[in-house]
Nanobody, 124 residues
Framework: VQLVESGGGLVQPGGSLRLSCAASGFTFGSYDMSWFRQAPGKDREFVALITWSGRTYYADSVKGRSTISRENAKNTAFLQMDGLKPEDTAIYYC???????????????????WGQGTQVTVSS
């Protein structure tokens, strides 16, 4: 299993970024795909989930500013982030799990597969 994130970078407040997560080594369409983030000195926190069936869930901190999506034909998940704020600065990680219960989707420990992360910095 391999997850590779891309699309991070430096952006000004109010700007946008689109993160991508390229997956391989498993049946992508059968897995929930999530994004988490970790800022310096803080715990890793849930950002967004798109289930294997296409349902989406968001952390309150990004709701209305972010959109998670997936393209099963290309084994890729995306996170579109708009209206970025300095507090969005973090390393963003893609994660995957095969769980049809939907339980504990915001808990990092429920995801066995992780990417290496991509840095997002929001600063003027």
């Amino acid at each position: 299993v391999q997850l590779v994130e891309s699309g991070g970078g430096l952006v000004q407040p109010g700007g946008s970024l689109r993160l991508s997560c390229a997956a391989s080594g498993f049946t992508f369409g059968s897995y929930d795909m999530s994004w988490f983030r970790q800022a310096p000195g803080k715990d890793r926190e849930f950002v967004a989930l798109i289930t294997w069936s296409g349902r989406t869930y968001y952390a309150d901190s990004v709701k209305g500013r972010s959109t998670i999506s997936r393209e099963n034909a290309k084994n890729t998940a995306f996170l579109q982030m708009d209206g970025l704020k300095p507090e969005d600065t973090a390393i963003y990680y893609c994660s995957a799990r095969q769980d049809y219960s939907g339980a504990d989707y915001s808990t990092a420990g429920r995801y066995p597969y992780w990417g290496q992360g991509t840095q997002v910095t929001v600063s003027s």
